[in-house]
């Protein structure tokens, strides 16, 4: 399969193989986006939906597993309530707010 693959992509008349080795960094370059980087951006994308959505009293879980209720929030610091505890965390380590749970987690 390999070498018929091969083979459809080299040139056999002695021409100029720059081409069929533009397409080929072109094709591999469209298969990383796809695959990794726009999917990445949008995971990224929704978790910051999701973080922007957050409010006083929602039921949030941190990345440590902290689970708690927000009770104070402050530009990237979210104040919560954990058992008896209160804990203060970076916005970004939340995961999953209410029944949301981040694509990032």
């Keep these: 399969m390999t070498t018929m693959l091969?083979?459809?992509?080299?040139?056999t008349d002695?021409?100029?193989p720059v081409p069929v080795l533009l397409f080929q960094f072109g094709a591999i370059i469209l298969i990383f986006y796809f695959l990794l980087?726009?999917?990445?951006?949008q995971a990224r994308k929704k978790h910051g939906e999701i973080l922007a959505q957050l409010k006083?009293?929602?039921?949030?879980?941190t990345s440590g597993g902290i689970i708690g209720k927000?009770?104070?929030?402050?530009?990237?610091?979210?104040?919560?309530e954990s058992g008896g505890?209160?804990?203060l965390v970076e916005r970004a380590r939340i995961v999953r707010v209410g029944e949301?749970?981040?694509p990032t987690a």
Excluded: W, Y
């Design 6 to 11: 091969l083979a459809l992509m080299a040139p």
């Design 14 to 16: 002695g021409s100029n």
């Design 37 to 41: 980087i726009r999917p990445q951006s």
């Design 56 to 61: 006083k009293g929602d039921e949030i879980t």
């Design 70 to 80: 927000v009770k104070d929030i402050k530009d990237d610091r979210v104040t919560i």
């Design 85 to 87: 505890s209160t804990l």
């Design 100 to 102: 949301h749970v981040s």
